[in-house]
């Protein structure tokens, strides 16, 4: 298979994507909503063990990071880790990881539409949160470049707010980088739910994995642009933490309905508040449309192999992106978007791509060093991590996801038996 090109032949998508693209469309799925919404819960789970829990997330986000760039490297094709568990683990691996993808990412797409809609417009979110996805859909089926693009100008509005946060937080006098030392509370059950909860903003690189059909010399591209992504994601994130919690210290920011805005009003700059409401609004559409792009991609990989509807594998011939996947992607969500909670979702798809990553990290151990196999720990550390995390996430998240996923391999026994006895 060439990795080389602008485009994977007549009936492939076109590699219009360089390192910047992926960087910035990585960013988008990262610093999006969840940095404006992930930190109340966690520091609920975590207490003053909250920086620790952030750094848990970051080195589990850091060991799939890496399996998933080799991977992808190797297997530069639309699906992600669907694709990589069935070519090194088999097809009912594969499957698993691509059930897992999709369903717990359709749940994150409606849950990050709400978030859209509780801060545009409270009253009517569900509202707000269906044409969001009615309006993004619609963008992503005018080709790919036109996502990455909004995704650049969406990531570079969320970062100048979030600086502006970060600056007045740590001028502030009400600043007490004491509130920063861990504290009596911080326990390993607390610590690891709330990495759990923070993991799940870190994930987004996948997109970048998901994609892979769509980037130039992915050989190259891929394992440069992920590793870029996450760490200037660390960066952004630590600097928040710090500032949120020398501002409002663990307990008040477990409390916060809107940790952000909250903080910059302890700071004494009341005026930002509005500005970091707006800056939320643009990372959560910006989130949105590189999550719906991602899941899309893999609806498209595993429709090819017939796990899902075959008419979904279907390429435009002009724009050349997958614009049934697409519609049908966004159908669903704007069907969630209108009947869906919020809280409930992010606990719920927390689980589905922790178990994703597994998968991925298990494909990984199997690669050789002519393959570019990451060093052993790598993969070995991320699949322990994300078995830890996921099982210490919130109970109703952990059977929800364990339901959801002991449906998928249900399904999927159902279609091997239906198929070896038509042979």
């Not at 409270?122 to 990455?148: E, F, K, M």
């Not at 893999?298 to 519609?327: K, Y």
């Not at 927390?350 to 050789?368: D, E, K």
Request: hydrophobic share 55%; net charge positive.
């Amino acid at each position: 298979m060439s990795t080389m090109g602008s485009s994977t032949g007549a009936g492939g998508l076109k590699r219009r994507l360089g390192v910047s693209d992926a960087v910035m469309i990585g960013l988008g799925s990262m610093i999006g909503a969840g940095i404006f919404a992930a930190f109340a819960p966690a520091a609920d789970a975590a207490g003053s063990g909250l920086l620790l829990a952030l750094a848990l997330a970051a080195i589990v986000a850091y060991c799939n990071a890496t399996a998933s760039a080799r991977l992808a490297a190797r297997y530069p094709e639309s699906g992600g880790t669907y694709v990589y568990g069935r070519a090194r683990l088999g097809d009912f691996w594969g499957w698993l990881a691509g059930w897992a993808f999709v369903v717990g990412k359709t749940a994150s797409c409606a849950a990050m539409a709400l978030t859209f809609g509780l801060y545009v417009w409270p009253d009517q979110a569900h509202a707000v949160a269906v044409a969001a996805v009615v309006a993004l859909t619609a963008l992503g089926c005018g080709g790919v470049r036109r996502g990455a693009s909004a995704t650049r100008a969406a990531v570079v509005v969320v970062l100048a707010v979030l600086a502006a946060v970060v600056t007045a937080c740590l001028s502030s006098g009400a600043a007490d980088l004491a509130r920063l030392d861990l504290g009596a509370d911080t326990t390993v059950g607390g610590t690891l739910q709330a990495a759990g909860l923070l993991f799940f903003a870190f994930a987004g690189y996948a997109r970048i994995a998901t994609l892979g059909e769509e980037v130039r010399d992915p050989a190259r591209t891929i394992p440069r642009a992920v590793p870029l992504a996450l760490g200037i994601t660390l960066v952004v994130y630590a600097a928040v933490a710090v500032g949120v919690l020398a501002v409002l210290g663990p307990y008040r920011l477990a409390g916060s309905a809107a940790p952000l805005a909250d903080a910059v009003r302890a700071a004494g700059v009341p005026g930002l508040a509005p500005v970091v409401r707006a800056g939320a609004a643009v990372a959560t559409l910006g989130s949105l449309l590189a999550l719906l792009l991602g899941v899309s991609r893999t609806t498209l990989a595993m429709a090819r192999d017939r796990h899902l509807p075959h008419a979904l594998a279907a390429v435009h011939p002009r724009s050349r992106v997958p614009r049934r996947a697409e519609l049908a992607v966004g159908a669903v969500v704007a069907l969630l978007a209108a009947t869906a909670d919020v809280r409930g979702a992010i606990g719920f798809s927390s689980f589905g791509v922790l178990a994703y990553y597994a998968v991925a990290c298990a494909s990984a151990w199997t690669l050789t060093p002519g393959e570019g196999r990451p060093p052993r720990w790598v993969p070995l550390v991320g699949l322990a991590g994300c078995g830890a995390l996921a099982l210490a996430l919130p109970a109703v998240s952990v059977m929800s996801g364990a339901a959801v996923l002991a449906l998928g391999a249900a399904v999927h026994g159902v279609r091997k038996a239906t198929a070896d006895s038509a042979r």
